[in-house]
């Protein structure tokens, strides 16, 4: 299983562990680590959703044709 999203010709592609990246969201504020009962589960906080949606944003404002622009 790879790492690496594709969205509308823009492509993510992470350098660190998916652990490492939970730990970086939740010391930004953007998820908050929950437990109920023996379960653990991840949520975004408000400032989460806000950047998901500016960065799910991000492929219909890019100029395909121009590479450098998408950038």
């Avoid at 660190?16 to 991840?42: A, Q, T, W």
């Amino acid at each position: 299983m790879s790492d690496e999203s594709t969205v509308q010709g823009f492509t993510i592609m992470p350098d660190k562990s998916p652990r490492e990246c939970f730990d970086l969201c939740e010391k930004l504020g953007l998820i908050e680590r929950m437990s109920h009962g023996d379960d653990e589960y991840i949520r975004f906080t408000q400032k989460g959703h806000n950047v998901m949606a500016a960065l799910i944003s991000i492929p219909e404002y890019a100029d395909l044709d121009n590479p450098l622009k998408v950038s």
